[in-house]
């Protein structure tokens, strides 16, 4: 018996395990959008390239912006230089960081003079309507103010101012106060050694605001006061005893004109141009010829719109908050060390200023975003003038990758989710059906043996259709060789009955017999009926004996005319009262095989026809041949053959015969045909005349 195996696994669930391997094709795409980003780098680096060009092309059409007073006079330090970003609304003079929280950013730390490591200053500032705004914060371990009776404004803590306004007066001013609140800036003489006050410039107001560990300084300052350079400096005093002078942080000297810094303030045309060429989410630098920022507009930070969301159902927002888990995801908040600069010293746009248009990507200072700068130089009148610049962050490749692995994940686990769906019908069908068919089949033999249930024919085109109509058809065979069996004892108890019967009575009378002729008679009769009991012996192991034969015999090539024509003759010869017509069209056909098992073949096929020949009806044998092949056929009139004998008519122990004959038929000579037929590497086949009064044996063979 054999054994069931430990682990059962149905067919279901095969085909589902199988069904897994389609998770390999989201990977397999995830792997491919991966491997895009660096097209669609390329892509957007040349887009950012045609796209900085065109833009040069117009500053070329604008010379003026590259030829003011801070372009022709270049400080020694460039570090000095200021470019001043408009406000995004009012400043509110208080001495407060409140209103420039979200000027973050903007914040630069002014270096030290004088070593004085317990004075740090830095400072953000804005335009706004008109106005410069400025806010000091400054740490200091000690608050010096200005004494109440004392003329002089150097004598403590106080901011310095030095401008050159737009007619090249150079004016020197200082901002202290008594106590915190409202400051006022004082003219200072041109001549440095003066330390006196000359008056109050009204138009410069300020807030002085004391704060732990140190003060602000609010400023608001018209831009009509300005020029293109200036320079702040913060003046420490520790000691109010001696009042002296102990650090100074400065952005530029501002007690000589020659000692200033630079400031470039957008002029509205110059804001106004490239706000008509700004685009969402990229930054638009324009820089002269000593990498200062002239023009600059600013949306990287600038989330982009996003569509009107109709309210979503709690699985969407589920998976969209699997997905911002699962992908990285765009970074608006970054440290660009870019975002306040006045300067711009990138390798891209000294390039550009060199004369070369240049694109590069680089890491922000948190590496959280990735930026790419394309330069392109400006000229005027055939010399560089400067260069312009643009940049844009890499989240916008980022957000095409997210969206694309979101389409092909969703798109992907619908696929797999029907691909799951059916296979599991599929499946479940097929389970189904094959269950069906062993229950059939089960049920279709008692314990016993017995052949007592039918399987049902199915149409189903595929291999279990097969398999079933497979069964079905050995089903029918069983049945039939099942019924043969069970009147197997008839038809031997038929047919050994009479020869045992003849020699029963023969032996009995020989023992009562008085004369040696009667004696005779009887032992003549007696011997007949052991003869024919043991042709039915012989009979019965006639078919095995052959399969034996058929493995030991050589095969050879001979001529099939000659042994079918001796043949035929000796059937005339044995069967003189039977007509034998023989019709020979093959022209020396030669096949592989045993001409003595062939001429068996044909031995039974004729008298199987000598069986079922009707009277005075001639037994007609033919060779024709049809392309390689050798076709014998035995036709006799007679009974046609009953349909459903077509298909199992040359099996083992088949036999048609109902009435008494003078020889034992067991149902084998027509299955001995199909062996020697199949050894001749050939087939039988069995079919009605036209006219339904006969049946022809066709053999077709191969020739050698």
Not at 184 to 199: E, I, R, T
Request: proline letters at 4%.
């Amino acid at each position: 018996m054999a054994k069931v195996p430990l682990i059962r696994i149905s067919i279901r669930t095969k085909l589902l395990l199988a069904s897994l391997s389609l998770l390999v094709l989201p990977w397999l795409g995830y792997q491919y959008i991966q491997g895009l980003e660096s097209y669609l780098r390329s892509a957007q680096a040349q887009r950012l390239l045609d796209r900085v060009a065109i833009v040069a092309s117009l500053m070329d059409d604008r010379p003026e912006f590259f030829q003011t007073q801070a372009v022709q006079a270049a400080p020694a330090d460039m570090r000095s230089h200021i470019y001043v970003r408009p406000l995004r609304s009012a400043i509110q003079l208080d001495g407060y960081v409140d209103d420039w929280s979200i000027y973050q950013e903007r914040m630069q730390s002014i270096g030290e003079i004088n070593e004085n490591k317990d004075l740090q200053v830095s400072y953000r500032l804005g335009t706004w309507n008109g106005f410069l705004y400025l806010l000091f914060q400054v740490q200091d371990d000690s608050v010096v103010y200005r004494q109440p009776d004392s003329l002089r404004v150097d004598r403590s803590d106080h901011l310095r101012i030095g401008i050159q306004d737009r007619q090249g007066n150079f004016k020197r001013y200082r901002l202290t106060t008594i106590s915190p609140g409202w400051v006022s800036a004082y003219l200072m003489s041109a001549n440095k050694k003066d330390p006196l006050p000359q008056g109050t410039e009204f138009r410069i107001k300020g807030e002085w605001q004391e704060v732990p560990g140190g003060y602000n300084i609010e400023l608001r300052i018209p831009i009509e006061v300005m020029g293109d350079r200036v320079a702040f400096a913060v003046a420490d005093i520790d000691d109010a005893e001696t009042r002296k002078l102990e650090g100074l942080a400065a952005t530029a000297n501002t007690e000589r004109v020659a000692g200033l810094g630079t400031i470039a303030i957008p002029a509205a045309e110059m804001a106004s141009l490239l706000q008509r060429l700004q685009q969402a989410q990229s930054r638009l630098w324009v820089v002269d010829a000593d990498n200062r920022v002239i023009g600059l507009s600013d949306d990287l930070n600038k989330p982009a719109e996003q569509p009107t969301q109709q309210a979503s159902s709690f699985f969407s927002n589920l998976v969209r908050v699997f997905y911002r888990l699962l992908l990285e995801q765009p970074s608006r908040e970054f440290i660009d060390p870019y975002s306040s600069a006045s300067r711009l010293d990138d390798p891209t746009v000294s390039a550009a200023l060199s004369g070369k248009a240049q694109v590069a990507w680089r890491q922000t200072g948190d590496e959280k975003v990735s930026l790419i700068t394309a330069a392109h130089p400006v000229y005027n009148d055939g010399q560089r003038v400067g260069a312009v610049a643009i940049e844009e962050t890499s989240n916008s490749i980022l957000i095409l990758q997210n969206r694309a692995i979101e389409a092909l994940v969703n798109m992907s686990l619908l696929a797999f989710v029907l691909t799951m769906g059916v296979l599991l019908a599929f499946a479940t069908r097929l389970s189904i059906r094959v269950r069906r068919l062993r229950n059939e089949v089960e049920e279709s033999v008692a314990a016993d043996g017995r052949v007592q249930k039918e399987i049902k024919l199915t149409k189903s085109g595929d291999e279990l259709g097969d398999l079933g109509r497979s069964f079905a058809a050995m089903h029918e065979r069983l049945t039939q060789y099942n019924r043969y069996l069970e009147t197997m004892a008839g038809k031997l108890g038929h047919e050994l009955r009479t020869p045992i019967t003849i020699v029963r009575s023969s032996l009995d009378n020989l023992a009562e017999c008085q004369s040696e002729e009667e004696a005779n008679t009887y032992l003549q009769r007696a011997n007949e009926g052991i003869a024919r009991l043991s042709g039915i012996l012989t009979r019965m192991s006639e078919a095995t004996h052959l399969e034996q034969t058929i493995q030991q015999e050589e095969p050879k090539v001979f001529c099939v005319n000659d042994v079918v024509a001796a043949c035929v003759e000796g059937y005339r010869l044995v069967s003189p009262s039977q007509a034998f017509e023989f019709e020979d069209d093959s022209a020396e056909a030669q096949v592989m095989g045993s001409p003595e098992l062939l001429a068996q073949m044909l031995d039974k096929l004729v008298s199987n026809a000598l069986d079922f020949a009707e009277r005075n009806a001639a037994i007609n044998i033919s060779l024709v041949r049809q392309s390689d092949n050798v076709v014998m056929r035995v036709v006799n009139q007679g009974p046609p053959l009953p349909r459903e004998m077509r298909d199992n008519l040359f099996d083992s122990m088949v036999s048609m015969r109902q009435g008494k004959t003078d020889q034992p038929h067991l149902g084998l000579g027509l299955y001995i045909v199909r062996l020697i037929a199949e050894y001749h590497h050939g087939r039988v086949e069995v079919s009605n005349l036209s006219n339904s009064k006969g049946v022809v044996f066709s053999i077709v063979m191969p020739l050698s």
